[in-house]
């Protein structure tokens, strides 16, 4: 379990640890993890990141598509929340609907889609986070002179076509999608957002760096597992020194990495840092996690052999999550050149 969780936090992790070893949304949402990050006033729990990215930790040991589709569902309501403006969009949401937010971009340099002068949405919507099963989406929109707005809207409509066979390395059961929109109704905060969306970019990278981690915990408990009682050469495989060198390297990043996702918590009610400092803080933190998280699961294929790439160790699929979650917040080489740039400003 991750080392900086809190005495108040541990309820969460423990209705985690309940999941079956295929968590599903069905079980998720039996459980209340869907509502974590849904205000008290609308009947959830009114948890912020440091919840949100306990039960994650937990939920990737098990399965990083289904963490993801839950970060999915957190990332939407957080960032739907994040302007403190009410929601007039008419009637209330019925509650245990799942919300649907776009993974693999950077919010600042994507081409969005575009809300016209009648307050109606077109375009497209790629790779959508449980865009396949959502009720709801929220995603950022291009106004006026580009500004980028939040939009929400019911994917229930005319309007919105979803192509549901996409097909992506890792993350299986994220249920990613693609959607096209056409003159889409629905409601949009009246409020701008940046294009950094520095305060949210930090909160959702903490979120990603749990889901890192856990995959990274799975893969380093499936190689030990697999050390201990694979025997070959003439005695277990824990006896090579290779193998015992490659474990102790795995437990190195692991911790690494955990210590890097202490740092992004803190640094996200440090007084001593503003926005944007806790922005890039966070997203250097994610880097270094992706990478670490990336090395460790290449290790354990390694470490198993022929057998690193077999279904049954699931080994070679934690990789290709790796790979996947770190760019669920843009493409890591776009993100290094960016924080690149801010190390040359004087």
Do not use: K
């Not at 992506?168 to 629905?186: T, Y």
């Not at 380093?220 to 025997?231: D, F, K, P």
């Not at 015992?244 to 210590?259: D, K, S, T, Y």
């Not at 806790?278 to 390694?302: E, F, H, K, N, S």
């Amino acid at each position: 379990m991750i080392d900086w969780i809190e005495d108040d936090l541990a309820v969460f992790a423990a209705l985690a640890e309940q999941l079956a070893d295929a968590p599903s949304l069905s079980q998720m949402g039996a459980l209340g993890l869907a509502d974590l990050c849904v205000p008290e006033a609308e009947g959830g729990a009114g948890q912020g990141v440091p919840a949100l990215a306990c039960v994650l930790e937990v939920v990737a040991q098990s399965d990083a598509g289904i963490a993801a589709a839950l970060y999915g569902h957190g990332a939407a309501r957080l960032a739907w929340q994040a302007s403190g403006e009410p929601d007039d969009a008419g009637e209330p949401l019925a509650s245990g609907l799942w919300w649907g937010w776009p993974g693999f971009h950077d919010i600042g340099r994507h081409d969005w889609p575009h809300i016209d002068s009648e307050g109606r949405v077109s375009g497209e919507l790629q790779a959508c986070l449980l865009g396949a099963v959502a009720d709801v989406v929220v995603c950022p929109v291009q106004g006026p002179q580009g500004r980028l707005m939040l939009f929400r809207f019911s994917v229930h409509q005319p309007g919105v076509r979803r192509q549901v066979d996409v097909r992506f390395m890792g993350l299986r059961a994220a249920g990613i999608a693609h959607l096209a929109l056409d003159r889409v109704s629905g409601h949009c905060q009246r409020q701008c957002i940046d294009a950094d969306c520095g305060p949210l970019q930090a909160q959702l990278a903490v979120a990603v760096m749990a889901m890192l981690c856990g995959l990274m915990r799975a893969s380093l408990q499936t190689a030990q597992a697999y050390a201990v009682e694979r025997h070959q050469g003439g005695g277990p495989l824990l006896g090579w020194g290779e193998v015992r060198r490659l474990l102790a390297v795995q437990h190195e990043r692991l911790l690494q990495a955990q210590a890097a996702l202490s740092a992004a918590l803190r640094a996200l009610d440090s007084p001593m840092m503003d926005a944007p400092q806790r922005a890039a803080r966070a997203r250097a933190l994610l880097l270094q996690t992706g990478q670490a998280a990336t090395a460790l699961a290449m290790d354990g294929v390694q470490l198993l052999g022929g057998n690193g790439y077999m279904e049954d160790y699931a080994q070679a699929q934690r990789l290709r999550d790796a790979w996947q979650l770190q760019g669920l917040m843009g493409p890591a080489a776009q993100r290094r050149q960016d924080l690149l740039g801010l190390c040359l400003i004087d």
